[in-house]
């Protein structure tokens, strides 16, 4: 039987003052790395903020910034 491991929470600002859908390096962080966006027991912020991070990564990826 495996031992429950929590998983890690990524410690971002969580006053991200700039989310923008072109801002990539803030974006990635909030993705793994198969480009599945990260949860928010993950990322550590609060539901609105997620829910943009959420929306500008969707974004990019409509317009060729990051990859699916």
Do not use: C, H, W
């Not at 600002?13 to 198969?34: H, M, T």
């Not at 609060?46 to 990051?66: E, N, T, V, Y």
């Amino acid at each position: 039987m495996k031992k429950f491991v929590p998983p890690r929470r990524k410690r971002i600002s969580p006053e991200l003052s700039e989310i923008d859908y072109k801002n990539v390096q803030l974006l990635r962080n909030f993705v793994d790395g198969s480009n599945r966006i990260l949860g928010r027991k993950s990322t550590g912020l609060d539901a609105r903020k997620q829910r943009l991070i959420q929306k500008a990564i969707k974004r990019a990826r409509a317009l060729g910034i990051m990859p699916y």
